[in-house]
C-alpha cells in the first residue's frame, strides 16, 4: 500500500474512532490535533518507512494512539508492545480499539517501573516519553521528568537489536537536545543515513550496530541474611544487565524485587581448580570464623571473573562491593571505551587515604576481625613479595578493590585473575595488599580512574 493510502486510512481512523473516544473519556485534555499538517508530512512518512521493515516494536508513551494506529496500517504483521501509564482514562480503550488492525499489547505502568522487567529485543522502538505523574516539569503536554527521560533512553539502548532503529520524539525542543547528544554518543549510536528516511526536526532517527558495547555489571553477598554487611542497592546500569550473586535465597528474592538478576552460589559455581579453601560451605550464621569463611568465599568471585558462567560471555564486566553506591553510570562507559585503546585489562579506583606504603594498608586491615585473623599470614607473604624484589613502596597508586573494570577481550585480563587469585590464597583475604603486588608485575595493564567526588563510590556506611 502507497503510504498516502496508508495516510489517508490513518486520518478516517483517528477521526472516526479515535477522537471519539477522546471525546468520550476525557478528562483534563483535550482531542489532540492529528499530525495531518504539512509540517508533520516527513515524520509520518519515515515511520511509515521504518514500520514496513520491522517486526516487533516497542512504543514508550502512547497518549493518543496516533502512532501505533500509524505502525500497524504500515505493517498488518508487526507486533506492538505499547508502554503507558494510562493517566488519561482513554488511553486502554483506544489500545482495545487498535487490536482490529493487528498484534497490540498495553503495558501499563510507569516506564521507570515496567521497563526493568523487559526482556525481549525490539527491532523498532519509539520514545515519547518523560511524562510522569510527579510533577518536575511542565510542558505543553503534561509533566516531564529529565530522569524518566533518561531512564527511558537508557532500557531503550538495552532493549534495541542489532541494526534496530531507535526513534525520539519531540528534538524540536532545545532542553533535550543535550540529553539526547550526550546519550546516544556515549552508547555509539548514529544517525541513520538511511537515503530513504527524510530529515525533520520533529524527531531524530538512530541505529544500534557493531560498536555498541558488551558489558555486564555483577555484584555479590555471601553469608547469613542476617550479617549487617547485606546490604542490596538499586541496579547501578539500566543499560546493561546486573547479576547478583549470593547463597542465600532470602537475599536473591529481595535482589530480583529490585531488578538484579539473581544468581544462587552452589558448589556448581565454583569451577576453578585453585581453592583458597579446603572446602566449599554455603550455610553461614552470624559467628565470627563464619563471616571470615564467608569473606574467603567472596574472594573467588571477585578475582575469577572469567570463570563466571553468566559473566564471562560479556566483553566487559564490572565488579561493585554490594556496599557501595555508584554515582556515574557513564564515567564507567567512558573508562570501558579508553580501556581498548589503551590495551589495558583492568580499570579500578584509588584508594583515598592509604599512602606510602603496604604497610600502612596492613595496619588499617588488622583493625577488623575478619583480618587481623590472617595477620601473621599476611606479613609472611609481604615479605616473601619482597625477598622476589618487588617493593613496599607505594610510588604512584594503591588500589581500592570495590570497584574493578575489565575487559574480558584481553587474553592477559583472564592471566592477572588467576595470578591474582592464586596471591589472595598466600595472602589472605585482604585482598587489595596482593593485587598491590600483582600490580607492580602487570603495571602496563592495570589502570585507575581518578578520585573525584562527582564519580566517587559511596559507602552506604
Known amino acids: 500500500m502507497k503510504w498516502l493510502n496508508i495516510v489517508e486510512l490513518w486520518k478516517k481512523h483517528i477521526n472516526n474512532s479515535l477522537n471519539v473516544i477522546i471525546k468520550n473519556h476525557l478528562n483534563i485534555h483535550k482531542p489532540r490535533e492529528t499530525y495531518i499538517k504539512e509540517k508533520y508530512r516527513k515524520k509520518i512518512y519515515n515511520i511509515i518507512r521504518i514500520s514496513k ?78 511524562e510522569t505523574s510527579d510533577q518536575v516539569w511542565k510542558n505543553g503536554a503534561g509533566l516531564f521528568s529529565f530522569e524518566v527521560l533518561k531512564q527511558e533512553i537508557e532500557h531503550s539502548i538495552r532493549l534495541l537489536s542489532l541494526q534496530g532503529t531507535l526513534v525520539v520524539n519531540d528534538t524540536l525542543y532545545e532542553f533535550l537536545r543535550p540529553l539526547w547528544i550526550k546519550t546516544m554518543n556515549l552508547y ?17 532517527i538512530y541505529t544500534r550496530d557493531e560498536d555498541s558495547l558488551n558489558a555486564c555489571f555483577y555484584t555479590l553477598f555471601i553469608g547469613s541474611n542476617g550479617n549487617v554487611s547485606n546490604v542490596i542497592r538499586k541496579i547501578p546500569s539500566h543499560v546493561f544487565p546486573c547479576y547478583f550473586y549470593s547463597n542465600d535465597k532470602e537475599t536473591l528474592k529481595k535482589a530480583k524485587k ?118 601473621e599470614k599476611m606479613k609472611k607473604y609481604i615479605h616473601n613479595q619482597i625477598k622476589k624484589g618487588l617493593s613496599s613502596n607505594i610510588i604512584t597508586e594503591f588500589f581500592q578493590t570495590g570497584f574493578i573494570i575489565r575487559d574480558h577481550t584481553n587474553p592477559k585480563t583472564s592471566e592477572i585473575n588467576d595470578k591474582w587469585y592464586e596471591n ?11 593485587l598491590f603486588f600483582i600490580q607492580q608485575q602487570y603495571s602496563k595493564y592495570i589502570s585507575s580512574i581518578p578520585f573525584q567526588p562527582e564519580i566517587s563510590l559511596q559507602r552506604l556506611y
Open 424 to 434: 589472595v590464597i598466600k595472602c589472605g583475604c585482604e585482598c587489595q595488599i596482593s
Open 188 to 204: 555509539k549510536l548514529k544517525l541513520c543515513n538511511n537515503k530513504k528516511l527524510q530529515n525533520t526536526f520533529f524527531h531524530k
Open 53 to 130: 521493515c520491522c517486526k516487533k516494536c516497542l512504543v514508550i508513551g502512547s497518549y493518543t494512539g496516533y502512532l501505533p494506529l500509524l505502525i500497524l496500517l504500515s505493517n498488518k504483521n508487526i507486533s506492538i508492545d505499547v508502554i503507558d501509564e494510562c493517566r488519561y482514562n482513554y488511553v486502554e480503550p483506544i489500545i482495545n480499539n487498535l487490536k482490529q488492525f493487528g498484534n497490540i499489547t498495553l503495558i501499563k505502568g510507569k516506564t521507570t517501573d515496567v521497563l526493568h522487567k523487559i526482556k525481549d529485543k525490539y527491532d523498532f522502538i519509539h520514545i515519547d516519553g518523560g
Open 258 to 375: 529490585l531488578n538484579w538478576i539473581p544468581v544462587e552460589i552452589d558448589d556448581q559455581t565454583i569451577i576453578s581448580k585453585q581453592h583458597y579453601l579446603d572446602s566449599f560451605e554455603f550455610v553461614f550464621d552470624d559467628t565470627i570464623d563464619s563471616y571470615i569463611k564467608s569473606t574467603k568465599l567472596s574472594k573467588y568471585f571477585k578475582c575469577q571473573a572469567h570463570l563466571l558462567s553468566q559473566i564471562s560471555k560479556y566483553d566487559y564486566s564490572v565488579y561493585l562491593d554490594s556496599k557501595l553506591i555508584l554515582e556515574n553510570h557513564d564515567l564507567v562507559v567512558k573508562s570501558i571505551r579508553n580501556m581498548k585503546k589503551k590495551g589495558l585489562c583492568y580499570v579500578l579506583k584509588n584508594h583515598p587515604y592509604i599512602k606510602d606504603t603496604v604497610w600502612n594498608e596492613y595496619n588499617e586491615a588488622i583493625l577488623f576481625d575478619r583480618y587481623k585473623h590472617e595477620k
